[in-house]
């Protein structure tokens, strides 16, 4: 029902009842029910004027009156923040926010919308429709890099000491500790037999021989010692070059005395405590070393290039079996798992509260942004919207109210004032 239209019928109505009543006075005198049909008339229609003028004072000019009318329109700006402000701290204050977030359990809510809401058939079928897009534009160089990053870190993260002591414990109980000795020294062999070997060689003999002579009288000498052939950098580095090969070929005796000793150390090794063993951080230093100096980029993009070549043609439907396959494992996984669940949702209420603290002034923001794009008509509508029917039943009632107060004022003034009062005040005054 539109008050507002009822509310004007009414005052109409009353307009009209006392327009009769002044006809009716015209005609009729000194009728009393006339007299008080008037009376009451008149107090209801002066109360709902009175009562129209007000509540359309709040919003526009009545009558093109225009001082302190318009309340609204004229302090416009302030209304808007004070409504900004109201639902901010008010409506939706942070703690109530958190209150309402932390009666609603997340995880039934997405559980039952995968399960029972079509929210597994909607999650496939966007998979299916868009995922050879998102392969196609997958850019290899990124993915590569991206790949090439992780790799690293992960294997910084991980400690090869105790990898290394795994190694060597399986090789141990396995009896494949000799094999791998073995294969170690032969791999040795093959490096030294290079010719980069010799020369290295020769460069650090030469280099020592520069260090310690320093002096005048020390050069001449190996000067001296060089042309007699009793000092030869070369020769030096043939023996040492021979000396190595013969000490690694020896050493692959299991009963050289250095072979056992590496043996025997290997076992102390494997009963050793990792914070025990005094080269385990040279290892560590040692792998990040290699880590730095290993180049995977070419080999990472290659291989980003083939995978997404191949699960973007043929693979492609097996890829996405093989992750509906896995999801399905998981996601059963999870709703047997209330420890999870719980952990699940503790992190989606944490993210949630973390993103209200940080965001909340937002609300009100928003709110006065989109307040402040209304006209004054369609602010002053928002306002009667927001304000119900209260308002236009206070016109209503400024009819009734304006009738009642009329006749009991008629009655008062008419059976007991003028009767009682008025004679007492003549007589006072004329007695004088």
Same mark, same amino acid.
């Given at each position: 029902m539109n008050y507002k239209n009822m509310a004007n019928k009414i005052l109409a109505f009353v307009f009209s009842l006392f327009l009769l009543s002044i006809v009716l006075r015209y005609v009729y005198r000194d009728v009393v029910a006339i007299e008080m049909f008037y009376t009451v008339m008149e107090a209801a229609l002066v109360g709902g004027i009175a009562d129209w003028f007000a509540i359309t004072a709040i919003f526009k000019k009545p009558l093109g009156f225009s001082w302190h009318t318009a309340l609204i329109p004229r302090h416009r700006d302030r209304v808007i923040l004070a409504i900004g402000d109201m639902v901010e701290q008010d409506l939706l204050s942070v703690k109530s926010i958190k209150q309402r977030v932390d009666k609603v359990c997340f995880v039934e809510l997405i559980i039952d919308w995968i399960d029972h809401q079509g929210g597994r058939q909607l999650l496939r079928s966007l998979l299916d429709k868009h995922s050879r897009d998102i392969i196609r534009n997958l850019d290899p160089l990124l993915l590569s890099g991206y790949l090439e990053t992780f790799i690293k870190t992960k294997i910084r993260e991980v400690k090869i000491t105790p990898l290394f002591k795994e190694l060597m414990k399986w090789g141990l109980e396995q009896e494949k500790d000799e094999y791998l000795l073995i294969v170690i020294l032969d791999e040795l062999i093959a490096r030294i037999q290079r010719p980069d070997t010799r020369m290295a060689i020769y460069q650090y003999v030469e280099d020592l021989k520069q260090t310690n002579t320093k002096s005048l009288l020390e050069k001449t000498l190996v000067w001296i010692g060089e042309q007699t052939n009793s000092m030869n950098v070369s020769d030096v580095t043939d023996a040492l070059y021979e000396e190595l090969l013969n000490i690694l070929q020896e050493m692959k005796n299991p009963e050289h005395i250095l072979h056992k000793w590496i043996h025997e150390r290997l076992r102390e090794i494997v009963n050793q405590p990792d914070h025990e063993i005094p080269w385990a951080d040279e290892m560590e230093h040692w792998k990040a070393a290699v880590v730095e100096r290993v180049e995977l980029t070419e080999m990472v993009i290659h291989l980003t290039k083939n995978f +997404?070549?191949? +699960?973007?043609?043929?693979?492609?439907?097996?890829?996405?079996?093989?992750?509906?396959?896995?999801?399905?494992?998981?996601?059963?996984?999870? #709703?047997?798992?209330?420890?999870?669940?719980?952990?699940?949702?503790?992190?989606? #209420?944490?993210?949630i509260f973390d993103l209200v603290e940080k965001e909340h002034y937002l609300i009100g923001t928003v709110v006065q942004e989109v307040l402040s794009t209304f006209t004054d008509e369609d602010f002053n509508r928002f306002i009667e919207d927001k304000a119900g029917d209260d308002l236009q039943w206070i016109r209503i009632n400024g009819c009734v109210v304006g009738a009642v107060v009329g006749l009991i004022m008629f009655i008062f003034l008419h059976y007991f004032y003028d009767q009682n009062v008025v004679p007492i005040l003549q007589s006072w005054v004329y007695g004088r």
């Open positions: +997404i070549e191949k +699960i973007s043609t043929s693979a492609h439907a097996h890829l996405l079996d093989w992750i509906y396959s896995q999801a399905d494992q998981h996601w059963a996984g999870l #709703k047997s798992d209330y420890e999870m669940q719980h952990w699940l949702e503790t992190r989606i #209420k944490q993210a």
